[in-house]
């Protein structure tokens, strides 16, 4: 999605293209050498691993109140790739357990009051500073 969002902006590499077209269920180290490569061909570094990770956090937020993502699909077992450094973010990483199955057992809540509330988090996080530019 945000391939595609930097080709409608103008931006056009030929990885860019090909990143833009790969599939949701694509390897994800497919995506990052892509990603890679379409930065170097745009003369972009690489941004730094904690604040892209703090970025995608908060992307995740807002892709969840703007209804393209659902709370089931925040339960991963990747936890251990986010970075979290303030109250928002840790307050809404929190609340994303390793699977949607075990909600009651982790967080102890039912799945209509843990969803409220990780919407609720969600958008405390998008309503805080951002991260950095663009974020």
Same mark, same amino acid.
């Given at each position: 999605? &945000?391939?595609? =969002?930097?080709?409608a902006?103008? @931006?056009?590499?030929?990885? @860019?293209?090909? @990143?833009?077209?790969?599939? %949701?269920?694509?390897?994800?180290?497919? $995506?990052?050498?892509?990603?890679? *490569?379409?930065?170097?061909?745009?003369?972009?570094?690489?941004?730094?691993?904690?604040?892209? %990770?703090?970025?995608?956090?908060?992307?995740?937020a807002?892709?969840?109140?703007?209804? =393209?993502?659902?709370?089931? +699909?925040?339960?991963?077992?990747?936890?251990?790739?986010? =970075?979290?450094?303030?109250?928002?973010?840790? #307050?809404? $990483?929190? !609340? &994303?357990?390793?699977? +949607?199955?075990? &909600?009651?057992?982790?967080?102890? @809540?039912? *799945? *209509?009051?843990?969803?409220?509330? !990780? %919407?609720?988090?969600?958008?405390?996080?998008?309503? #805080?500073?951002? $991260?950095?530019?663009?974020?």
């Amino acid at each position: 999605m &945000i391939a595609a =969002e930097a080709l409608a902006a103008g @931006l056009d590499t030929p990885t @860019l293209r090909e @990143l833009a077209g790969l599939p %949701r269920n694509a390897d994800t180290r497919d $995506v990052r050498d892509a990603f890679e *490569q379409a930065l170097a061909e745009s003369g972009t570094g690489l941004p730094d691993r904690a604040p892209a %990770r703090r970025h995608a956090l908060r992307r995740l937020a807002a892709r969840l109140i703007d209804g =393209e993502l659902t709370p089931a +699909d925040l339960a991963t077992d990747d936890r251990w790739e986010t =970075e979290a450094e303030t109250a928002a973010e840790r #307050s809404f $990483v929190a !609340l &994303i357990p390793h699977c +949607d199955c075990c &909600i009651e057992y982790t967080l102890g @809540l039912d *799945q *209509q009051t843990w969803a409220a509330r !990780l %919407r609720n988090a969600a958008i405390a996080l998008t309503s #805080s500073p951002p $991260v950095g530019p663009g974020c």
